[in-house]
Nanobody, 126 residues
Framework: QVQLVESGGGAVQAGGSLRLSCAAS????????FGWFRQAPGKEREFVSA????????HYADSVKGRFDISRDNDKNMVYLQMSNLRSEDTAVYYC???????????????????WGQGTRVTVSS
């Protein structure tokens, strides 16, 4: 089992930045790929970003490409999502998730993820 705890959410003005953190506990942290998903009020959960085992490959939703940066620190069992140029439409609860899937297409699909954190809320005001 892998346990995930997100932190770093909060309120920020449009154009500002936040860094979300995901602390993972469990065995073989580096074996997993990690993703960030988000769910806005009244909307379905959507893919945001993903990073592979070694951190060399990253994936981003078109809506956040160029603004968000995902990274991981395997020595600390941490995954990060650096968010900049935040927009009101980025307002959502952000979830960290872990998967053993490795295909690029799979990393964008929430059903391929085995473990989920409880989420951290991000509110962007204009």
């Amino acid at each position: 089992q892998v346990q995930l705890v997100e932190s770093g959410g909060g309120a920020v003005q449009a154009g500002g930045s936040l860094r979300l953190s995901c602390a993972a506990s469990g065995r073989a942290f580096s074996t997993y790929n990690f993703g960030w998903f988000r769910q806005a009020p009244g909307k379905e959960r959507e893919f945001v970003s993903a990073v592979t085992w070694g951190g060399a490959s990253t994936h981003y939703a078109d809506s956040v490409k160029g603004r968000f940066d995902i990274s991981r620190d395997n020595d600390k069992n941490m995954v990060y999502l650096q968010m900049s140029n935040l927009r009101s439409e980025d307002t959502a609860v952000y979830y960290c998730a872990a998967t053993l899937a490795y295909l690029s297409a799979y990393l964008r699909r929430e059903e391929k993820y085995d473990y989920w954190g409880q989420g951290t809320r991000v509110t962007v005001s204009s």
